[in-house]
T-cell receptor
């Protein structure tokens, strides 16, 4: 079974600073994918970034980067130059390769608040 | 481009009443379709997924059911709602093989059972 753990229920960061949101995972699959989603107060889920287990380089998408440490089974999201619009819930998720259906398992999320 | 819509956006239902949430995807064919539920302040729990018409897999035993009558239509139903069915329901789609397999979500349906 796959498990995603996000140990930070809430985080605060000042505008223009960088912030790291933690995510650890557990899986017996050799091939898997890791995702981060953003959920603003409106409720929609916005895909941010993806890291494949065989990708040698950390994924980056604009101000988002994924700090992938395979041996530690961690996939932390780094947001650089935080903006007020980054205030939202952030979810880490994993896709394994056992079973079918491309199912994603989600963590419990981290509520990020960006302050002036 | 692909789009996903689900409705209704909000509904308040009495205990014991039926439920029907609908989701449709446009701009893609033969997608994988999913229903997730998010309880207040919690993560997302996968309820059902479908890899094709009429093919439904249930992840969690519960009071709900799902159907896929057409390739790009996914319906979540209940005959008699329970208080514990309250939550935020999200429909999503993905396409595999190819790509990274990320899920694309609809706008969500907020259900309150009283």
């Amino acid at each position: 079974a796959q498990k995603i753990t996000q140990t930070q229920p809430g985080m605060f960061v000042q505008e223009k600073e960088a912030v790291t949101l933690d995510c650890t995972y557990d899986t017996s699959d050799q091939s898997y994918g890791l995702f981060w989603y953003k959920q603003p107060s409106s409720g929609e889920m916005i895909f941010l970034i993806y890291q494949g287990s065989y990708d040698e380089q950390n994924a980056t998408e604009g101000r988002y980067s994924l700090n992938f440490q395979k041996a530690r089974k961690s996939a932390n999201l780094v947001i650089s130059a935080s903006q007020l619009g980054d205030s939202a819930m952030y979810f880490c998720a994993m896709r394994g390769h056992t079973g079918g259906g491309n199912k994603l398992t989600f963590g419990t999320g981290t509520q990020l608040k960006v302050e002036l | 481009s692909q789009t996903i819509h689900q409705w209704p956006a909000t509904l308040v239902q009495p205990v014991g009443s039926p439920l029907s949430l609908e989701c449709t995807v446009e701009g893609t064919s033969n997608p994988n379709l999913y229903w997730y539920r998010q309880a207040a302040g919690r993560g997302l729990q996968l309820l059902f997924y479908s890899v094709g018409i009429g093919q439904i897999s249930s992840e969690v035993p519960q009071n709900l059911s799902a159907s896929r009558p057409q390739d790009r239509q996914f319906i979540l139903s209940s005959k008699k709602l329970l208080l514990s069915d309250s939550g935020f329901y999200l429909c999503a789609w993905s396409v595999l093989p190819g790509g990274t397999g990320e899920l694309f979500f609809g706008e969500g349906s907020r259900l309150t059972v009283l």
